[in-house]
């Protein structure tokens, strides 16, 4: 075969830039984890001893993380050609690498993604056997990083767009919720989008629900602290466990996740009052996959194969969904579940927000 040198080396290109940012998603957790964004945003510019000095840590191991973090673009090297030597360059964090790496508040707070991916090849020999027998992986058998990144990754999105956007573009549901109903969210998980919700709609009586143990005792823990405990409803149960009855009820990046999401639907359809709505936040698929082959399509549908695929995989049925199933594949499962209206209430470049009505 004839090689291109020059594609040839476009895909080498291509293979050291991807080989270092897989590199770089845990080192910039550990950034987090020891205080080092904080550090360098709170601080102002400093050399690599000087950072070292601010958070407690040896100098050497500072100075080659600051490259890393320079080189990734996550952090800016101050120009000064008094100073291009590793110890004595000066590093600091532009408002908006700030934004995604220490404010929690901020829409564009990315940690809690550096966490899940950072966590989630740990599963890898699970997945080489998964591969080979089409075996799932139960969303129980990861580790904390997993759920908690998880939490951290969904809860800027769900804080900037739930009530604002998502909510709304469901036709009534706002105003419904403002004057008090019942409902549910299912898949809870540490009940970020609960207590964002219960927040915002003090009216409305709220249960969560998620069939992982420790995510409910986080989520009841999250509640109290946020001083909604006495609104929200915290209960370990499967979806197929929903009994209701509920105006709303509610599944926020998870009925993917779900190996049986037509019984999850069937489940929340009986559960349903005659005028109820049901809203799915799903991540952004399509139906075409070129529509996919990009960086995001890349990050999700890799997020998919670790985690979303396997879980979906884990038990029967074993639907095995992902997080790029498609709009006909949802609309048609929220279909065959009984609904008898289900559309795209909104599309973002992040997400899709159905909406069915019984």
């Not at 069939?211 to 009841?220: D, N, T, V």
């Not at 999700?300 to 979906?312: E, H, N, R």
Request: net charge negative.
């Amino acid at each position: 075969m004839q090689i291109d040198e020059t594609v040839a080396g476009l895909l080498q290109e291509r293979i050291i830039a991807d080989a270092g940012g897989a590199m770089a998603i845990p080192l910039a957790l550990l950034g987090d984890r020891l205080g080092l964004f904080d550090a360098l945003a709170g601080g102002g510019p400093a050399t690599a001893s000087e950072l070292a000095e601010r958070t407690g840590l040896a100098e050497r191991y500072v100075r080659e993380w600051l490259l890393v973090m320079a080189a990734s673009r996550y952090i800016t090297y101050q120009n000064d050609p008094e100073r291009t030597s590793a110890s004595t360059a000066m590093y600091y964090l532009t408002p908006e690498q700030a934004a995604f790496f220490t404010d929690t508040e901020s829409p564009y707070y990315m940690v809690g993604a550096f966490q899940t991916f950072s966590s989630a090849p740990r599963t890898f020999d699970r997945l080489v056997e998964a591969f080979r027998t089409g075996d799932g992986i139960g969303w129980h058998e990861h580790d904390d990083d997993t759920y908690i990144g998880n939490e951290r990754f969904f809860r800027p999105a769900y804080k900037a767009h739930l009530v604002r956007s998502w909510i709304p573009a469901l036709n009534g549901l706002h105003q419904r919720l403002i004057d008090g109903v019942r409902a549910a969210d299912v898949g809870c998980g540490l009940g970020a989008s609960t207590i964002i919700l219960a927040q915002a709609y003090p009216a409305t009586e709220w249960t969560g629900i998620d069939s992982h143990p420790r995510s409910i005792e986080l989520a009841r823990s999250r509640a109290a602290d946020a001083g909604v405990s006495d609104r929200i409803d915290f209960q370990q149960a499967s979806a197929a466990e929903l009994s209701g009855p509920y105006d709303f009820v509610a599944f926020l990046d998870c009925l993917h996740d779900m190996p049986d999401p037509l019984g999850a639907l069937h489940a929340a359809r009986a559960a349903m009052f005659s005028d109820g709505y049901v809203m799915l936040v799903e991540p952004k698929s399509s139906d075409d996959i070129t529509d996919g082959l990009h960086p995001l399509g890349r990050m999700m549908a890799a997020a998919s194969v670790f985690v979303c695929l396997p879980s979906g995989l884990s038990a029967a049925p074993a639907t095995g969904l992902g997080n790029q199933a498609g709009p006909t594949r949802t609309l048609q499962l929220a279909h065959e579940a009984g609904f008898s209206t289900a559309r795209i209430a909104l599309s973002t470049p992040f997400n899709l927000v159905y909406e069915l009505r019984p």
